[in-house]
């Protein structure tokens, strides 16, 4: 318990430094894009290879992705009843981040020193499947129901299936899952490699929170931000509760996923949020309250399960 404890308390003064740095002037405001794409492609793709070769296969475990496509669509059916009658940035708020969670540069760095691999796996697993709506799909959705003037460009499926297949990560899993599936290990040296680049991912990732996170806002939006904020703990919970309950895979994996569940909105809201033409500074308060709801919430539950 201390250990994850230590461990959390690491990574949060790790994002608080990111936040200082940016706030001094040694970073300029657009500089956590260099550090993203530094992420993007190279260290999360690497930290995924990495437990990818440490852990066995099995097959229950193509069940995890399919988990994660149905909760997000679920999320994203709750988010447009929410907001069904509302403005075009109601919409837009709730359509863009209810759905979606932060997995690859939250989830992974904040329990791989805690869960190890399984939990790693776990993360990479379900985001192989729950990837689809913030990567794509909910920007599709969203600008499917509003006025043609609010649409940034002509979007479809096609639209969805070119942001996935040009994600580093994604692309990463889908290498190695059938790597894994098939037992064909990678060479020694491809993973030497990818270990040594892994170890710069959660610091990488945490700086990067850090120099993203953003507090403005107007008080008059707070109650949207509530009750998203909400809605999204709120659906967390039953989920969990569910796999917890299920006699699907081993029990630490259950916790896993579990803990997994309450991590932050993901990112890419924010990017849509502003290809749209919606409210990003909204987004951005919204986005910087679920990483500290996450990291209280993901610390207890790590504290108490594991």
């Known amino acids: 318990m201390g250990n994850i404890l230590l461990q959390s308390c690491i990574l949060i003064i790790i994002m608080v430094l990111g936040y200082v740095v940016k706030k001094a002037g040694l970073f300029g405001k657009e500089d956590y894009r260099i ?25 229950t475990l193509f069940l995890i992705p399919l988990l994660g496509i149905g909760i997000n669509v679920l999320m994203q059916i709750c988010a447009y009843l929410f907001c069904k009658k509302g403005s075009d940035d109601k919409k837009i708020f709730y359509m863009l981040n209810l759905p979606g969670f932060s997995m690859g540069t939250f989830a992974l760095p904040f329990i791989q020193n805690s869960l190890g691999t399984e939990g790693v796996v776990a993360a990479c697993m379900f985001d192989a ?59 020694s040296f491809l993973l030497s490699f990818a270990g040594k680049v892994s170890d710069a991912n959660a ?88 990483i500290i709801l996450s990291m209280v919430v993901m610390t207890v539950l790590m504290m108490v399960l594991v």
């Open 129 to 187: 499947g729950g990837t689809i709506m913030p990567s794509g799909a909910s920007y599709v959705c969203t600008s499917a129901i509003l006025n043609e003037r609010r649409q940034a460009e002509k979007v479809n499926a096609a639209f969805v299936i070119k942001r996935m297949l040009t994600s580093p990560p994604f692309l990463t899993y889908l290498v190695m899952i059938p790597l894994k599936v098939c037992d064909i290990s990678l060479p």
């Open 203 to 290: 610091f990488l990732c945490m700086v990067m929170i850090g120099m993203m996170f953003e507090m403005k806002f107007q008080k008059d939006q707070l109650k949207n931000v509530v009750k998203l904020l909400t809605a999204r703990l709120v659906f967390s919970t039953l989920a969990a509760l569910v796999i917890l309950s299920c006699s699907f895979g081993t029990e630490s994996l259950r916790k896993a996923l579990a803990i997994v569940l309450f991590s932050p909105i993901a990112a890419l809201s924010l990017i849509f949020t502003d290809k749209i033409k919606g409210d990003t500074e909204l987004a951005g308060f919204v986005n910087s309250l679920s």
């Open 35 to 59: 550090v993203t794409r530094m992420v993007m492609y190279f260290t999360l793709p690497c930290t995924i290879i990495t437990n990818f070769s440490k852990f066995e296969w099995e097959n």
